[in-house]
């Protein structure tokens, strides 16, 4: 189990009720880590709409994650 | 000799006056200003004078024209010195010939003292102590004076005065020069947008073009204060354009009343230096990334969502990502929500736009030179901003940009100029408003068949595959993203109502 900081964002945030929290973890990459928060978070959103960054760079949704990484999930934003 | 110069070496005075003799005139008065060691009480060693020229010229030929007719001599002329200065140096001269000597001597005093009034000028001092300061010029210093007697008869203003941006090292006479020989397209004057154009408009941009294809709405007020509650249902790009132009009359705006589409965005990229995207959908983001790529413009984009927002700044650079690097997957409206949807406080999209604004500057003034490709996320609420480094994406095809827009030949949008004309098209009208949209419709236009968007992107309904439908919402955005995605499922015979049911008339 690794520890990960997950920061949310836009419908993200809306729908976890919180920005921010860090979480104990099996997923081995960005994608897992997604699908395990889609599902008790109810995010609604395909994993193809959203882009991932770790440690404050875009990343592949395939990348490994290790302790300590901080990740963000970023859906796209429209307003203006 | 042109009526009003700049030299950046010595004066010859004796050059100038020759260069005024007239056989009407019976006279000849000068002034020579002269560089003094000392200013309020400080011993000053020398001076150095800079002058934002372009306009300069243009307002000090103006003011050797209005001498010349309010004084009735035979010529007039000014030259200033721009630079490096020492004591006892020629600064400034001003010389005038007529028939007689007191229309001599009056046209040089008002040439003078109009020049040291009005044409931006700096002035900066080097003390004995070593300290230096800029000098205000008079123009700066005084309260604006109104009523001079213009050539053209018109009341004139004091000139914009640009003197706390040019003092900065990074900007200065020539960096103002650049802002005003520069044009920049803004797309969308909504809560972006306004900030967007009151900053670059008062930072003295040459050219500014608004475009928007909307009206100004009561809901908008709140976050768009750039317009009141008299400006209602008057389109937008017309009432900015009013407004910035009583902001700043240096700046040319230019006002296009039609919302970003495929066959208008390429011509508007093109005449502009720089793009400032501001709408609140993704149709128009993409169209407008499509556009400044194969343009090879730069572009700032933003967008914001409740008390968020996200920058990204494109440059047509080999390595850096444009928007669809980011997102490969064009968005849906609809999805995510936009202001309308999600709602939005005021100054979330001001500290955007603002952010956009000198972003665009930065570009103008060619101060990115260090900027590395990124997408900005500010949180306003938790008062919290992340730089999140991007990279191009090497499937994204930037010399073929949006290749997966619908090639459809039939047009997207039908125009109707009432909802009865629709209704007798043929076509099966679809309300795809929120239901709480559809509230307050009059009795006599209800669109009986409602599926509202946000159920069909959640996958809570679906569209019909039969049938030929006509897709209506409140301003025809929304109507126009869901459109296209299903003509890219090959439903052939959808189209969206231009302009939605705020487009009708009656």
Redesign the interface.
Known sequence: MNEIEI?Y???L??RAGT?REIVQTAAETAAELYDELAARHDF??PQ??L?V?VN???AEWSRPLKAGDRV?F??????? | MSPFAFASASLEPDRYRESLADPSAGGYASFEGWVRDHNEGRTVQRLEYEAFEALAIREGERIVAEAVARFGVARAACVHRVGSLGIGELAVWVGVSAAHRGEAFAACRYIIDEVKHRVPIWKKEHYADGDSGWVNCERCATAPHHGHAHADGSAALPAHDYSRQIALPEVGAAGQARLAAASVLVVGAGGLGVPVLQYLAAAGIGRLGIVDGDVVEASNLHRQPLYGPADLGRPKAAVAAGRLRALNPDVRIEVHEVHAAPDNIDALVEHHDLVVECTDNFRAKFLVNDAVLRARKPAVFASVHQYEGQLQVYRPLPHWPCLRCLWPEAPRDGLVGNCAEAGVLGPVPATLGAMQAMQALKRLLGLDAGDTPSLVMVDLLGLETRRLAARRNPDCDHDNPGHDRPTSEQPLELEFETLADAFESGLELVDIRESWERAHDPPGLQIPTHLPLGELVHGRAEFPADGRYLIICAHGVRSLSLTEHLRSRGQAEVYSLRGGLAALRG
């Open positions: 920061q964002f836009a419908v945030r809306e920005s609604g959103l193809s709409m882009r960054a404050d760079e875009f963000v970023i859906p796209p934003v429209a307003g203006g």
